[in-house]
């Protein structure tokens, strides 16, 4: 019996102190801007479902699922977009009928004031490589811009790393994602 209580105790303990906050999907957003030699796309990307625990107001953890199947490009419209959009979902790029969902989990976290030095696990294409980002949190909100190396999952078309004599064809490792959270 001392040990069922001591047990109930600590859960409770626990659990005061931590707590899961979910995130609020349709008030959250994920912008993308990718460039090229001649220019540059823009577009959205939906959060799938995601949670941050924080414990005494201190973040503490978080992992996301990214739909990777809602892709959209949104500087354009017409034929041309339908295009890139599936381009964008092909295997030259995210691969999204094999890969429909990317992951990111947050590893080490280094509070600064209202502010996170956060190192996360990127799952793209089934590939995981680690990230590094400031997240702002402010209240029910936290928000953040951060650069992805794209050919460290993969996908290469287009890399003048990769490729010659791409010319103005040549597009950017790196592509950039601003998230917007609420919970």
Same mark, same amino acid.
């Given at each position: 019996?001392?040990?069922?209580?001591?047990?109930?105790?600590?859960?409770?303990?626990?659990?005061?102190?931590?707590?899961?906050?979910?995130?609020?999907? *349709?008030? *959250?957003?994920?912008?993308?801007?990718?460039?090229?030699?001649?220019?540059?796309?823009?577009?959205?990307?939906?959060?799938?479902?995601?949670?941050?625990?924080?414990?005494?107001?201190?973040?503490?953890?978080?992992?996301?699922?990214?739909?990777?199947?809602?892709?959209?490009?949104?500087?354009?419209?017409?034929?041309?977009?339908?295009?890139?959009?599936?381009?964008?979902?092909?295997?030259? $790029?995210?691969?999204?009928?094999?890969?429909?969902?990317?992951?990111?989990? $947050?590893?080490?976290?280094?509070?600064?004031?209202?502010?996170?030095?956060?190192?996360?696990?990127?799952?793209?294409?089934?590939?995981?490589?680690?990230?590094?980002?400031?997240?702002?949190?402010?209240?029910?909100?936290?928000?953040?811009?951060?650069?992805?190396?794209?050919?460290?999952?993969?996908?290469?078309?287009?890399?003048?790393?990769?490729?010659?004599?791409?010319?103005?064809?040549?597009?950017?490792?790196? $592509?950039?994602?601003?998230?917007?959270? *609420?919970?």
């Amino acid at each position: 019996m001392k040990k069922i209580f001591l047990m109930a105790a600590s859960l409770l303990t626990l659990m005061a102190t931590a707590q899961t906050k979910k995130v609020d999907v *349709s008030k *959250s957003s994920i912008t993308w801007v990718g460039k090229k030699v001649t220019g540059k796309h823009e577009g959205t990307i939906n959060i799938k479902e995601g949670t941050l625990v924080f414990k005494k107001d201190v973040l503490k953890g978080g992992k996301f699922m990214v739909d990777m199947t809602s892709i959209n490009t949104t500087d354009i419209q017409g034929e041309y977009k339908t295009k890139l959009d599936g381009h964008l979902k092909n295997d030259d $790029f995210f691969g999204v009928e094999k890969f429909p969902v990317a992951t990111l989990e $947050f590893k080490k976290i280094a509070k600064k004031g209202n502010v996170y030095s956060i190192t996360a696990d990127l799952t793209i294409k089934g590939i995981t490589k680690p990230v590094k980002f400031d997240l702002t949190v402010d209240k029910n909100t936290a928000t953040t811009t951060f650069k992805i190396d794209r050919t460290l999952y993969g996908i290469k078309y287009g890399s003048g790393s990769f490729f010659d004599n791409l010319g103005d064809k040549t597009i950017d490792n790196e $592509f950039e994602l601003t998230v917007n959270l *609420s919970f």
